[in-house]
């Protein structure tokens, strides 16, 4: 996929397990993971602006795009 | 209508269609047993066609079969239709399996879509076939001189019509599962 989701790095420099990035969010795990593996399909502005809210970056920090 | 609703209507159909299931097995098990006038089997289509008189219990062709009958026509309209009984036991089939999807909740599935696309290729293909048959029957009249006067065969809209919904239904379907997988796969 051309669109690529890299949460890890940044839950890493965090310090935050997906399990509290999730609660916080109030997006479930199941869908996180969805969307950690570069699985999904969409992403919600609500959803993304959750996260950046978070773990406090920007949109760029967790979506990367590879030709 | 409601979750509930949806799904009484569908444990409905499901008992519907399991009965009709049951009396296609019979009318498969029974006609050729009545066609070919099986000594102990009561039912027979109108029985000895040479006496008009005489009174049998019959199925539905008797009055044409009594006025016209001759034994390669009732042969090849009894072919006709175990094989119209056995395509309705295939749809049948494939209708249970999308009423017990929709019953789990998971009507938009793609794999409904692929069963009613089957289901109208199924229901072509016998179309198509039955005429065929005819055709070769009135080949066979002409040509070989076997005698298929008598012989009854539906020119109906109605299956075509059933064809045509299946499909459109089939890609409404497909479509749907589509949309359902992009929505399950939006974070």
Redesign the interface.
């Known amino acids: 996929m051309a669109i690529s989701v890299k949460l890890d790095r940044v839950l890493l420099d965090r310090g935050m397990s997906l399990t509290e990035l999730s609660e916080r969010v109030g997006?479930t795990i199941a869908?996180?993971s969805?969307?950690k593996t570069s699985?999904?399909?969409?992403?919600?502005f609500s959803?993304l602006e959750a996260i950046c809210k978070e773990l406090n970056c920007q949109p760029g920090d967790i979506l990367f795009f590879e030709d | 209508m409601t979750q509930a609703k949806r799904k009484s209507v569908a444990s409905t159909l499901t008992s519907l269609l399991s009965i009709s299931r049951w009396v296609l097995w019979y009318v498969i098990v029974t006609l050729p047993l009545t066609a070919l006038n099986a000594p102990f089997f009561p039912i027979t289509f109108g029985g000895d066609f040479a006496d008009p008189d005489a009174v049998w219990p019959t199925l539905f062709l008797s009055p044409f079969l009594e006025q016209n009958g001759t034994r390669p026509a009732l042969y090849l309209e009894t072919l006709i239709g175990m094989i119209t009984a056995g395509l309705g036991l295939f749809v049948i089939h494939h209708f249970l399996r999308i009423l017990r999807n929709v019953q789990s909740g998971s009507a938009f599935a793609r794999e409904n879509g692929v069963r009613l696309r089957r289901i109208g290729f199924a229901v072509a293909g016998v179309q198509l076939g039955i005429y065929g048959l005819w055709f070769a029957a009135l080949l066979a009249d002409s040509f070989l001189g076997i005698d298929f006067k008598g012989l009854l065969v539906a020119l109906s809209p109605a299956p075509w019509i059933g064809v045509f919904g299946a499909f459109a239904l089939s890609t409404i379907f497909l479509e749907g599962a589509e949309i359902k997988e992009e929505q399950d796969l939006t974070v």
Do not use: E, S
């Open positions: 997006v869908n996180l969805i969307l699985k999904a399909k969409a992403i919600r959803t």
